[in-house]
């Protein structure tokens, strides 16, 4: 089939917006009609659980770094989303300290006991996250497609001098090879517990996904990225109708 020029240019605009674009990802978010989360005061953030991956090494920090960065993103993020309560919200390590005073052994895995040690210094709810990234490969076709080109020929006199310049137009015919793609996946879940109820499910959560982003760059910015918008949705005030 051959294009025009301007449906060439529009064919190529449609290719970039595709790829400059996320393809897949969005954003899912349930509430419990009957637990107000936008009420809460104190909360803690249980241990992260993440994955975090890349094409290079360097673009992840070492995980000896990575729980404080992410516990840093998580809490300031909750700190701000509910920051109308003056909220007070503690990474899992922070609490561990403040029931140690209480001579409390706190073990955020023995969640039953540790839910139960923090209710009773007033915590009303547990937020669990959980990271996961992957590099996904994408094939993308051979693209054959012809556009159209002007050539110029000049046109001289019998003593050599150009009378006039006239433009041809020709086909040109361009060929990009078949190749794979990589792209970077992050899915970011959020998961709010009430902390009175140890053993239920939980009473809120996000699932926030997002495709092609930052290609080769800071993973950790991305990382980041996604906390603060999982967490700016999972909060955000209920649309008036």
Request: glycine content about 4%; aromatic content about 8%.
């Amino acid at each position: 089939m051959v294009l025009s020029s301007g449906s060439v240019f529009w064919a190529l605009l449609l290719v970039l917006t595709a790829l400059l674009t996320p393809a897949r990802g969005g954003v899912e978010v349930w509430r419990d009609p009957e637990y107000d989360i936008l009420a809460l005061r104190k909360v803690f953030v249980l241990p992260v659980n993440a994955n975090l991956k890349a094409r290079a090494e360097s673009a992840v920090v070492p995980r000896s770094h990575q729980k404080r960065e992410l516990d840093g993103w998580i809490v300031s993020s909750l700190q701000g989303a509910l920051k109308k309560n003056k909220p007070i919200v503690k990474a899992s390590s922070a609490l561990i300290k403040d029931l140690s005073f209480l001579h409390k052994a706190a073990d955020p895995n023995d969640r039953e006991t540790f839910f139960r040690d923090a209710a009773e210094i007033s915590y009303q709810a547990a937020i669990e996250v959980t990271i996961h990234q992957k590099i996904e490969v994408e094939h993308v076709p051979e693209r054959i497609w012809t556009r159209t080109v002007c050539r110029e020929v000049e046109v001289r006199d019998r003593h050599g001098k150009v009378k006039e310049i006239i433009r041809i137009p020709e086909e040109k015919t361009e060929i990009t090879p078949a190749h794979d793609v990589d792209y970077l996946s992050t899915q970011c879940l959020i998961k709010v517990f009430d902390i009175a109820d140890p053993n239920g499910d939980h009473k809120a959560a996000v699932d926030y996904s997002i495709y092609r982003e930052y290609q080769g760059g800071p993973v950790m910015k991305v990382v980041e990225n996604i906390i603060k918008a999982s967490v700016r949705e999972l909060f955000a005030e209920p649309k008036k109708k």
